[in-house]
């Protein structure tokens, strides 16, 4: 077990599974395309619904890896397209976890566009994904502790507690 690593039991119904807290680079996610016609608008740029399919596809692997479980997504925060990914660029995909509670997890996606003939690089789209593990059955299922080793880390698991903690204000608020 590597240093400061955590373990411990994980009641899952009549079983008692083992499981340790993993580090962000256990799950992190890597995926890159060229972007094709059939995945463009009128104006020769990706639609923004099949980035934000390439970011679910992403955000989705790293929480699997994460939980060796299915996940599902809950919600999504903070999507924005600050740039367009045209016809022939490569269209780059980075996903991490920044925080796990009991049974969901958020994971950060961050797209890159590609110009393949210059290699110029620009990040498009950022955001974040909330994700709960479940069993076979559906139902919700514990997740391992993410176990930050960086100061950047550290710092981006400290600012997805308050964006879930702002989450569920919001969710109270609504439902008030």
Known sequence: ??????SGSLFLGDEMAEFAGKHVQDSRVEM?????????NPLGT???????????????????????????????????????????DAVMLHAWLNWTGR?????????YSEDLITGER????????????????GQPRQVPPL???????????????????ERLQRKEREEN
């Open 147 to 165: 176990l930050p080793l960086t100061v950047d880390e550290e710092r981006r698991y400290q600012q997805a507690a308050q964006r879930r903690a």
């Open 32 to 40: 890159t395309e060229i972007v094709m016609p059939n995945d463009a």
């Open 122 to 137: 620009a990040r498009t789209s950022t955001a974040y994904f909330t994700f709960v593990a479940v069993d076979p059955q």
């Open 46 to 88: 990706i639609f923004g619904g099949r980035v934000m399919q390439l970011m679910d596809i992403a955000a989705s692997i790293a929480g699997f890896r994460h939980a060796r479980c299915n996940v599902v997504t809950l919600s999504v925060d903070s999507l924005e397209f600050s740039r367009p990914i045209r016809v022939g």
């Open 103 to 111: 049974t969901s997890m958020e994971v950060q996606v961050e797209v």
């Open 1 to 6: 077990m590597s240093p400061g690593a955590w």
